[in-house]
């Protein structure tokens, strides 16, 4: 069973765009705060089996969504909530809006349910998709259970559901059907655009803190379930103790001290630096004959029609650059790639050996 992920380490001589994170450094205070805790000794310490406070400080960002403590599961990260949802749900088929991330492929496989992609439309920033396809789907299976699995903002295309097509979903769709929504880097939507908003019982919202806070290494994240049931069972199936207790501790500590308008000071600034970068890497490459697709998160789609992979991978090597081959997702191919969005002087690494290889394979530069 084949398991893709991208991403690396950068002190290993290359520049990896490969993964997906915040595009800038975490907040300053992040470093104070470990080093308090590892003074104080709190790593040698069990966690709260129920983490209670980590809840309680979830809940606060969560505010405008009326999202309460006990609607909250802890997780490490939204692949372990998407493990979770199989083995809670146990569907009979399984409902992807691809190209979609996450392990839905394999798990399927290992659970004997059926896989059934429905691709939507992401040349715009809105993801566009015709619901009867899943309407006929539904239809074939009757009663049976099923799972619908979204990524929003979508991976790797970037672009972004509006909340009143997640409820035109679930209206087309029969009620044992749930809906698991992948919002990895739900902090960067606004509220009209998160399955939060819904307040729904058949929908289940995954976020992390990893890769919005750049804490890869300190992994924690959360469910949010609305039926009381459903998040005993979560609860019942994660692990003991998922998060570590300077994770958990690192995320409490880090709302107390800044606040929801702290918290929320730096995704505004990180969106405003994805959004600044975003433009200079589509001016650098599309004069160079790249395809870029449109992006609301930090990693952007990228088509080059006249490289495909390896081969461009094998150009990069020479610049110590390594970018993410898309055809790991359904229904791309070996002439697409995601690239990470990061600070500027690591940009202009990404795009200057992008239009080198451009450069080595004929194509006209500007």
Known sequence: MARFHGGGNEWLDYYDFSGTSNSIPP???????????IKRRWHTLRPEHNYASYRERIAELLSPYSVEPNEIVPIGGTSDALRLSFLLFKPKIIVVLEPCSGEHRELSRLFGARYAPVTYNFEES???????????VAISYGDRKGLIVVSNPANPAGCMYESKFFEMLLDATPKNWFLFVNEAFGDYLDYNYSALSLNSERVIVARSFNKTLNLQGLRAGYIVAREKELVRKYNALREPWPITILAAKLIEMLIEEEGFSGYKDFIERSKRSSDTEKRYIYKMLTRASYKLYPSVAPYLLIEHPWIKHPQIDQKLEKYRVRIRDASTYYGLNKNFSRVAVKTRSKNKVLTQALRYVAVESGVIVY
């Open 126 to 136: 809105i993801c566009n998709l015709d619901l009867s396809k899943i309407e006929s």
């Open 27 to 37: 907040p300053r205070i992040i470093d104070k705060l470990l080093y308090e805790m």
